[in-house]
């Protein structure tokens, strides 16, 4: 029987709705039964666990969030200390990074949603991945990769994060034909090989498989990054990911590119509006999840506080799980800028299509009158042959063009720029820093 027969994304509708039920009332019964946390929550609410038999009867619960997981980080793990085999931390993008354990059965988990992930994005048995993203410093997501790839019965490459150089000399002995980075990477891949007569464009690289930034506007155009990538690396298929240590799961685009396919057998997702309700389907609101089959620290209603749509339609992939359009953005780093509500990747695709841009942050801090005033620090190719004055103005332009609105423009030396966006302990590029206060 093929993986395809297996999957139950290819099943109905009400045979999905059905099948996660029943996952679910496995998983509430034992956070009820395990979870400290989830223990308290149902004595302090007085439901009963077994009142939660579909994913609609979710709504009689009460949200868990980051601030939870901070708080009472122990009080969500379910098993015994010895059972854990690997722990992670989160990125800490929203504050104080928080701690996960995972069991041997967790692991597996992560091993399964990535190989259904690849195998959506179209790698398959002999596919060799270029891992570009570091699988050290206590990062779900690499190890999650590598188990993936090798649950596909495909090839890992672990070549790590920057340094295209090094990125290039594996691709040249290796010939591998999919690549895993941040998006913005990809620009970096491209003018090296332009600078150093290396033929990208004829090279191995088939398909492009982004983290952590997006590649589409919500109608699944590409957004200005993606245009960049694919004019001028039109042979390399593009794929995007959403996927985070909360969730345990990925959710990737097929070769049809409209959104992330959603695994109903991992998890549930909700998405809400700001009253907290859910809102239509097609609707942007916060995805709220709740996992399903973790062993260690299962979460029930967790905020994420990303943005994004469901669209409920099938798939022309034959999948009938619904899918997630691109990130708007978060939740907590909206940003109201001279009446104008935008989200960093508004920004950040300007920055990321301007040639003569090296690197950027933007910054987000309040004004003295109590707006939200936003800086764009910018660091400039050194072979830019124009003013700073003709540079700011230029990007103003751009900037209305593009957002409507212009944030304050600073231009620093590229390399300040640079300790800014990798510090030491970061395993992610630092593109933003909300500096308001709470």
């Not at 007085?46 to 579909?54: A, C, K, M, V």
């Not at 590229?414 to 800014?420: G, H, K, L, N, T």
Request: aromatic fraction near 8%; hydrophobic fraction near 35%; charged fraction near 25%.
């Amino acid at each position: 029987m093929t993986m395809k027969e297996n999957d139950i994304e290819y099943a109905s509708p009400a045979e999905i709705a059905e099948y996660q039920n029943r996952l679910l009332r496995e998983q509430i019964a034992y956070v009820a039964a395990h979870s400290p946390f989830y223990q308290d929550m149902f004595a302090r609410t007085g439901i009963r666990p077994e009142s939660i038999q579909t994913a609609d009867d979710l709504r009689q619960l009460p949200f868990t969030d980051k601030s939870d997981l901070q708080q009472r980080n122990r009080d969500f793990l379910c098993v015994p200390k010895e059972k854990i085999v690997d722990y992670i931390t989160t990125s800490g993008t929203m504050g104080e990074p928080v701690t996960f354990g995972c069991s041997e059965h967790d692991l597996q988990r992560l091993a399964y949603n990535e190989k259904k992930s690849f195998a959506c994005a179209g790698l398959h048995p002999g596919s060799i991945l270029q891992l570009m993203t570091t699988i050290d410093k206590r990062f779900m997501a690499g190890l999650a990769y590598w188990m993936g790839i090798r649950e596909l019965g495909a090839s890992i490459i672990r070549v790590g994060n920057g340094i295209p150089e090094l990125q290039w000399d594996t691709i040249n002995r290796l010939h591998p034909d999919a690549i895993m980075c941040v998006p913005s990477f990809i620009l970096r891949l491209i003018e090296y090989a332009e600078q150093n007569g290396i033929d990208y464009r004829h090279s191995s690289i088939r398909k492009i498989i982004g983290i952590g930034e997006g590649l589409r506007n919500q109608d699944f155009t590409l957004n200005l990054l993606g245009k960049r990538i694919h004019d001028k690396w039109p042979e390399a298929e593009l794929y995007a990911t959403y996927s985070s240590t909360e969730m345990s799961a990925t959710f990737s685009e097929c070769e049809h590119a409209c959104g992330g396919h959603v695994h109903p057998e991992l998890i549930i997702v909700e998405i809400i509006g700001e009253d907290n309700k859910p809102v239509p389907d097609g609707m942007p609101g916060e995805i709220v999840i709740t996992t399903l089959g973790v062993e260690a620290m299962p979460l029930i209603r967790f905020r994420t506080g990303d943005i994004a749509a469901k669209i409920v339609e099938p798939c022309a992939c034959g999948r009938n799980s619904f899918r997630l359009t691109p990130l708007i953005g978060r939740k907590h780093n909206m940003i109201k800028l001279k009446g104008t509500t935008l989200y960093p990747p508004a920004i950040n695709d300007v920055l990321d299509n301007t040639d003569y841009v090296s690197n950027y942050v933007v910054v987000v801090r309040q004004s003295d009158a109590g707006t939200d005033e936003v800086v764009v620090r910018v660091g400039i190719k050194g072979n830019y042959p124009h003013t700073q004055d003709e540079i700011i103005k230029d990007l103003k332009d751009r900037f209305r063009a593009r957002i409507r609105v212009t944030p304050i423009i600073e231009i620093l030396p590229a390399d300040v720029i640079q300790a800014i966006n990798f510090p030491a302990k970061s395993r992610k590029p630092v593109k933003f820093i909300d500096e308001r206060p709470d």
